[in-house]
């Protein structure tokens, strides 16, 4: 009996921009264990995070089901497509996985919608993100989208801070990351894992990406960590390498 045909995953996300996969830490770090795990996907673009399930982006449809979250995405894939490039890490490992995990997801990525929509610095290059929303409509859809990133962060907690003490504990958090690394080519040595594809989406768009901040100026003096980030780029986004290579 022939096996029915595994249906193609589409992916929505973010549109690309700055030569980037994505500027979104959470769409690249799902991409990026895509293509790591050879599962064949189509890309539809979306703007508007509320068309999934969770009111967010990444979600997939695979065979007509929308699954929000990435980390569930990835637990899913694991389960349906039998595939998984965790399997050879031992329990410490995995223990370590989940704390960068935590850091990256539960607090740099706060960092990384300040950084990039709050600020100043950033704000000035990532408002090209909304060019394709009608000009009778941009500036209403912007303050509103703004002022809720705002109450977000203040409700979370980054916004009670200083800019200088935020850009301090992100500095803070990617020192004990890249501490924690391996020597090898890879987080945890000889082979990827899931936890390169998260550190890699939360990379991409703080080194790659034209917004400045101290993060990115302490990041891109670190040679461990950008040898890491230009290997995942070319690894897995070739198409994107030539516009990142580092003299």
């Known amino acids: ?69 990435s980390s569930l995405i990835i637990e899913h894939l694991k389960k349906t497509r039998t595939v998984d490039p965790d399997a050879w890490l031992d329990e410490r490992q995995r223990a370590t996985s989940l ?56 409700l979370q907690g980054t916004l009670r801070h200083s800019d200088e003490e935020i850009m301090a504990f992100a500095i803070a958090d990617w020192a004990a990351i890249l501490t924690t690394m391996s020597e090898g080519p890879y987080f945890h040595g000889e082979q990827p894992a899931t936890i390169d594809a998260t550190l890699f989406g939360a990379l991409a768009t703080t080194v790659f990406s034209p917004v400045q901040s101290p993060v990115r100026n302490y990041l891109r003096q670190q040679p461990k960590c950008m040898t890491y980030a230009e290997r995942m780029m070319a690894k897995y986004f070739p198409e994107f390498a030539k516009f990142h290579e580092l003299a």
């Open 1 to 69: 009996m022939t096996e029915a045909p595994v249906p193609l995953i589409k992916l929505f996300q973010f549109p690309r921009i700055f030569n980037i996969p994505n500027i979104s830490p959470f769409c690249c770090k799902l991409e990026t264990w895509l293509r790591m795990t050879g599962i064949p996907y189509e890309v539809a673009d979306t703007a508007n995070p509320r068309q999934g399930p969770k009111g967010k982006v990444p979600f997939i449809e695979d065979a007509g089901q929308r699954i929000g979250d």
């Open 99 to 154: 704390l960068v995990q935590r850091t990256i997801e539960e607090h740099y990525a706060f960092v990384t919608l300040y950084t990039h929509f709050i600020r100043a610095e950033g704000w000035r290059e990532t408002r090209v993100f909304f060019d394709r929303v009608p000009v009778f409509v941009r500036p209403l859809v912007i303050g509103l989208l703004r002022r809720n990133m705002r109450s977000a962060l203040r």
